[in-house]
């Protein structure tokens, strides 16, 4: 199994910018791909973005393109969220997620961390 631990959310007004962490632990060898999602309150899971574990090749939700950024340090086993130009409709509770299976099956997340945008 592989285990992940999230870091790096708080408070930030719009426009400004946050970076989240997402360290993995365990069978880190197996993973395929990390994840980021975000759910708000009264809202279902939204997925935000994913990078390649390998490689590295990202893809992004349109909501979300060209303002967040996900990068990876295979030698830390972490993966970053950059989130610039944040807007009020961003707060919600971020969470990092592991492929293994390749097929966009996340089996392991972490806790959440929160990030509040004030207008």
């Known amino acids: 199994q592989v285990q992940l631990v999230e870091s790096g959310g708080g408070l930030v007004q719009a426009g400004g910018s946050l970076r989240l962490s997402c360290a993995a632990s365990?069978?880190?060898?197996?993973?395929?791909?990390m994840g980021w999602f975000r759910q708000a309150p009264g809202k279902e899971r939204e997925f935000v973005g994913r990078?390649?574990?390998?490689?590295?090749?990202?893809y992004y939700a349109d909501s979300v393109k060209g303002r967040f950024l996900i990068s990876r340090d295979n030698a830390k086993n972490t993966v970053y969220l950059q989130m610039n130009s944040l807007k009020p409709e961003d707060t919600a509770v971020y969470y990092c997620?592991?492929?293994?299976?390749?097929?966009?099956?996340?089996?392991?997340w972490g806790q959440g961390t929160q990030v509040t945008v004030s207008s």
């Open positions: 997620a592991a492929d293994l299976t390749g097929i966009g099956q996340y089996t392991s």
């Open positions: 365990g069978r880190t060898f197996s993973i395929y791909a």
């Open positions: 990078i390649r574990w390998s490689g590295g090749r990202t």
